[in-house]
Structure formats: structure tokens, C-alpha cells
């Protein structure tokens, strides 16, 4: 059985920190390309941040960059989120996915909220 387990959300001031984890079992993590979303009120599910399988290449949206850092631990079956200068307009529910090989793998996300 495939899951996707994410944590580390919760409520921080602007300009805080919050690590997201993504704890994957049930397929071959190492093989997959790995992916965060999010998702606020009202608003278009936004690709956050991308890993390559090896780890070896990260893509990011423009709204996050040099604030967000994606890495993954293969030997944990585990993708991370590093989140720092968090700001209000971060909030939202953050799921991470995975997809390859035909599969299309979702968590059931974790509520970041970033407010004073």
C-alpha cells in the first residue's frame, strides 16, 4: 500500500521557520522524481519545489526561491521541505507527491499557517 505521510506544519510569526518531512513507503522511493505543492484558500494548487531521484537537481517556483530548500534522504524514504523568511502569504496546505512510471502518488498535506 502506497503512502504519503506529511509533517512539520503548524502556525509561525512572518519571518520564521518550519521543516516540512514527507515519509514515503509502499513503492521505490529512490526511483522517483519528488514534489511539493500547495495549496491555499481559494487559490490554484502551486508546484513549489521539485528533486530529482539522486537528489542531484531541485527546481523551485520564483515565490520561494532562496527560501525554500527541497532534500531528500533515500535512505529514509523521506523528502523535506526547509521553509525560512516565511511570510503570510505562504500559508497554505502543503502535500508532497510523487510521480513515474505511470503512478501519480499524493500525501493528504499538512496546514502551514504564517501569521502574527
Known amino acids: 500500500q502506497v503512502q504519503l505521510v506529511e509533517s512539520g506544519g503548524g502556525l509561525v510569526q512572518p519571518g520564521g521557520s518550519l521543516r516540512l518531512s514527507c515519509a514515503a513507503s509502499g513503492f521505490i522511493f529512490s526511483r522517483y522524481f519528488m514534489r511539493w505543492y500547495r495549496q491555499a484558500p481559494g487559490k490554484e494548487r502551486e508546484l513549489v519545489a521539485t528533486?530529482?531521484?539522486?537528489?542531484?537537481?531541485?527546481n523551485y517556483a520564483d515565490s520561494v526561491k532562496a527560501r525554500f530548500t527541497i532534500s531528500r534522504d533515500n535512505s529514509k524514504n523521506t523528502v523535506y521541505l526547509q521553509m525560512n523568511s516565511l511570510k503570510l502569504e505562504d500559508t497554505a496546505v502543503y502535500h508532497c507527491?510523487?510521480?513515474?512510471?505511470?503512478?501519480?502518488?499524493w500525501g493528504q498535506g499538512t496546514q502551514v499557517t504564517v501569521s502574527s
Open positions: 528533486i530529482s531521484n539522486d537528489g542531484g537537481y531541485t
Open positions: 507527491h510523487a510521480r513515474g512510471f505511470g503512478d501519480d502518488y
